[in-house]
């Protein structure tokens, strides 16, 4: 018998989700950061970015492991949610 070991690579995955809100929402939510309130439409678009990065990334990526997220503000008004994670493959 060989040898029959089967080796595998690491690779990093990722999916990205660039969210915005409607420019009337702005104009709320704006006021509602001027008088220190709690800012539910961002954190709403946030919570569905999130959830959409998440499931694209596990969709593409079945067996990926070791998930994490990250975001930014791309420009006023919009966030982008990259959701990342390994891999294994098989090396030929």
């Known amino acids: 018998m060989g040898n029959d070991e089967i080796k ?49 990334l596990i969709k593409k990526y079945p067996g990926v492991y070791d998930i994490k997220f990250t975001t930014s503000q791309v420009t006023d008004g919009a966030c982008e949610i990259i959701c990342y994670g390994k891999i294994k493959e098989k090396i030929k």
Do not use: C
């Open 8 to 56: 595998y690579k690491e690779r990093m995955v990722f999916s990205v989700v660039v969210k915005t809100k409607h420019f009337l929402s702005d104009m709320l939510q704006n006021f509602k950061n001027a008088v220190g309130m709690n800012l539910i439409a961002y954190e709403k678009m946030i919570e569905d970015a999130l959830g959409e990065s998440y499931m694209k």
